[in-house]
Each structure stands twice: as C-alpha cells, then as structure tokens.
C-alpha cells in the first residue's frame, strides 16, 4: 500500500499511482529479498530513473560500513545485467551475514543495506523508516494518538535541553511544565552531554509510566522536580490565541488532515476578538500534505497566488494556485516565524507570502527539504519515502538544498531562552506594531489641500 507522506498529497488524481505486482517474491523475513523488493518499488515511483547496480553497490556499501566486512568479490561489476544483478547481491549479502551472525540479525543488515541505498541518493523526501518509526507515522495521518510520552517539543540549544512546546491537555501540561523549563534531569540522569535521540528516549516509555524531570525555570532560583505519568499523545495541528494590541498568533504544527479547517475557524475567532495583526507560527513544522497546504494558503493569500509549480517523473509541470478568495483581509499584515525545523510544506507556505509580498519571514534560513514524496509499506511494517516529484516555489525559485532565507533574521539563543523570552514573536510582534503604527499614520494623515483659485 502507498501512502502520502510529509508534502506527498498533492490532489489524488495528481499523485494516484496503482501499485504493481512485484516480480520478486514478497521477502516474508527481512533478508536479501526485502533489499530488493524495496529497491524495485524504488524504481517504480522514483521521479528520476535510477541504476540497479548503483543502488545495490550503495546498499552493500552501508552493510561494510556497519560489520567492517567487505565480500570476497567486492562490489558487483559494472555492465552486468539486470538478470544477474540480483542473484550477484545476493550472493554477496549471504555472504556478508554468514560471517558477523554472531554480531547481527539478518533483519539489521537488511535495514542497514535499505537505509544506505536509499540515503545514496541524498535526496530529503526518500528514505528507509523503519517498522516503529512508521507505524508512529501511520497513526499520526489517521489521527491517532502517535506515540507515549508526555507531550513536549524539545529544543537543544549549546547541549542543554529547553521545553519548546507543552502540547494542550497533554501530560506534561497536567503537571505544570512550562515552556522554556530547561531539563536538567531525567529520572535522575543529566541530560547535558546527550544527544536529542538520548534525551527523547528518556522521555518517552510506556503509557501509565512515571518518570520524574528535574528542570530550571526562568526567573526561579531553585531547580523544580515533577512527577509526569506518560499517556498517548496526539501532536495538535495548530493552536491560536490573541496577544497584546490586537496581534493573533497561531502556531500550525503539522499540515496534518483538517488543519486547514482549524485555521480558518481560528482567523473567523481572532476577526471577532479585534484581530489587527497576525503571526503564523512554522517553527519545527516538518510539512504534511499538500492539500492541505493550498488550503490554508487560500486561507491568507490573494486568490490566484501561485503556491508551487511540480514537475513529476514524466516531464510535465503543474503550477499550484490557490483557488479562492482570503479570509484574513489584506488589511491585516502577517509575520511568519520559520527555523531550521521548518521543512517541505511549511517552507512552501512561507516562500508564497514572501514572494507575494504578503508576510514578513522572521527566524533562520529553513531546512531546504522541498520536493513531493509518498509513502510506501514495505514488509515487517517498515516504510520507504520516495521522491515523486521535484518542486519549486511559487515564482520558479528552487528550495531544496536552499532553504528560504528570512527577511528579518532573528536567531533563538541561549540567554534569551535562560530568560524565558521567545525573541523571535518578540520580534515578529514588533515588526508587526510599526507596521500597524505606520498604518494608522497613513490614514490620518491630512487630505490635499487641492487646486488653489
């Protein structure tokens, strides 16, 4: 089965691909025969054709790489054709896995070998993910409860570990964490010195499970110990409120189903509470589905605003347009905070206000990983992205590997997260006052006095 994934969905009949009959048995263990299933579903749907010995050669690469041991024959020769390119890799990876079963399954060299053919091609929207990872991801498009934990974006900054975001009704917004709590411990173990994998390890376990945070906050001289109980947690598609002097905020988590449709019912909300300036929140926002992406960019941009022009795997270019009139009036300016965790649909949305002069970008240059890709199951519940399709912005500009560059930069650093400020909406909410100021300026200023008699 193919699933969209990250920017995948763009409108089904854009993207519908049937899935074929593999000519190679199905691989019921993760052996030789799941690194070539995955790598004939590659070439299936990838955007660019590829080479099988290229793709079979990185494989056997990355399985050197991981065991230290190279076959006997080495990588497989050039000019051999696609009827023995098999039976050669798979002679090599028996090979291989006789000599280190001591040290490793089959199913990790088989993981090992998918991951590194697909990370060969370095391309942001194709990989190998395996069975955990994309089952979390599968639950997540469904609406389902992702994973256990307690319910927080962290946020590494200088090896320490701040709490970026408390998720609403989550269990950590149960016990009190605050964002911006720096965690110093958990369940007694330093996180400095950790990577972010170890420190979201730590956090997350079993749901009914209790692990205890030692953290410091903002403004209080001594460290606060809390007792979290994991439970099922849901990422939210978006949360909004109003700030100070009529600025609404909305921070859009994912471009997950039906996010648009929350963003919409927040802007009628803010528009009645004296909505005058809105920030649009993508920081960490990884992307989702396209639709939902020109949905909410119809939410905000004039109608006709090019989103995105495609050029998928037979040649052809499709541009993207948003296809109604806004809801938020061009009255009210927009800031939009991105950073380097802003990805693929998210950095989409910030290149069309940008390039239709309709928001200010304010944060870092984001990550650059924009292209349409779906996703694929694979056996043993692991998944592979593909690449579909290449992008590029609204106007022609290309984002992958760029990233879009702010047009006031403004970095999250470490004294301001010791001080418990978000600098960055501190910023945008600044940039959005003298917008708001120099407005009120323009209206009151004095009619022409006309022709004199």
Do not use: C, W
């Amino acid at each position: 089965m193919k699933r969209s994934r990250m920017i995948a969905a763009l409108l089904a009949a854009v993207l519908a691909v049937t899935a074929a009959a593999p000519a190679i048995p199905r691989a019921e263990a993760a052996d030789a025969g799941f690194v070539l299933e995955t790598l004939q579903t590659l070439r299936e749907n990838y955007v660019d054709p590829l080479s099988s010995i290229m793709m079979l050669n990185a494989a056997l690469t990355s399985l050197e790489q991981k065991t230290g041991v190279t076959p006997f024959s080495g990588q497989i020769p050039q000019g051999v054709s696609d009827t023995l390119v098999t039976g050669l890799f798979t002679q090599r990876f028996d090979e291989i896995f006789s000599r280190v079963k001591g040290q490793y399954s089959v199913t990790d060299l088989a993981y090992a070998a998918s991951a590194g053919m697909l990370e060969s091609l370095h391309d942001s929207h194709t990989g190998f993910i395996p069975p955990a990872a994309y089952q979390e991801e599968k639950r997540k498009e469904n609406g389902q409860a992702a994973f256990t934990g307690i319910g927080v974006v962290l946020l590494a900054r200088d090896g320490q570990f701040y709490i970026r975001e408390v998720f609403p009704d989550s269990p950590a917004a149960a016990a009190g964490l605050h964002e911006f709590d720096r965690i110093a411990k958990i369940n007694g173990v330093a996180t400095a010195g950790q990577t972010s994998d170890d420190v979201t390890e730590l956090v997350r376990g079993p749901a009914g499970t209790t692990l205890t945070l030692s953290v410091e906050r903002p403004n209080v001289a001594a460290p606060l110990e809390f007792a979290v109980t994991r439970g099922a947690i849901r990422v939210p598609g978006l949360v909004s409120h109003m700030l100070d002097g009529g600025i609404g905020y909305v921070k859009i988590y994912e471009f997950v189903p039906g996010v648009s449709n929350a963003l919409r019912d927040a802007i009628f909300t803010l528009r009645r509470s004296g909505l005058r300036g809105l920030v649009i929140d993508l920081r960490g926002n990884p992307g989702g589905l396209v639709d939902e992406l020109r949905d909410i960019s119809a939410a905000v941009l004039p109608q006709s605003s090019p989103i995105l022009q495609m050029t998928r795997r037979n040649g052809r270019t499709q541009m993207l347009e948003t296809l109604e009139p806004p809801i938020l009036p061009p009255s009210v300016p927009i800031a939009t905070l991105v950073d380097e965790g802003s990805a693929s649909a998210s950095e989409l949305l910030a290149s069309a206000l940008q390039e239709q002069g309709r928001g200010v970008i304010i944060g870092v240059k984001t990550a650059g990983a924009v292209e349409i890709g779906i996703t694929v199951d694979l056996p043993e519940e692991a998944g592979m992205a593909v690449t579909v399709a290449r992008l590029l912005s609204g106007k022609g500009a290309r984002l992958e590997g760029h990233g879009i560059v702010p047009d006031e930069p403004e970095p999250l650093e470490t004294p301001a997260l010791n001080a418990g400020h978000d600098s960055q909406l501190d910023k945008a909410v600044e940039v959005l006052r003298h917008k708001l100021i120099a407005r009120s300026a323009r209206l009151e200023e004095p009619a022409g006095r006309g022709v004199r008699r």
